[in-house]
């Protein structure tokens, strides 16, 4: 058999599979009649739209949260490595903290942490 044949094989059972799962899926409905709502209110009646606008004091709370998000990024392989490279690796994220923790200080000068 040739590649192409196999891999309409493999298609057409993936293909058949999904609609028999959406068949089942739909046979086995507790309510068929759908509200018609945004799956941001995840099936609330919702309260504002969903693209309301934010106030602008989270914004640099978020880029605080994406800055330590990404450090934890970073220290995970750090931790593995750290034997390996000994003092090195420990001062290289001593250095990248200190750095993330002057951003930290900078953006609570700024009053990026303040609610009111």
Known sequence: MSAYITIGIVLGVALLGIAA???VSRAMTVAPVRK???PFGSGWDLQEHALSRF???WYPMTLVFLAFDVE???MYPWAVVVA???AEAVIEMFVFL????AGVVWAWREGAFRWV
């Open 36 to 38: 018609e709502v945004l």
């Open 72 to 74: 934890m990024l970073f």
């Open 21 to 23: 799962l959406v068949l």
């Open 55 to 57: 106030h602008t004091r």
């Open 84 to 86: 390996q490279m000994g």
């Open 98 to 101: 200190g750095v993330l923790v």
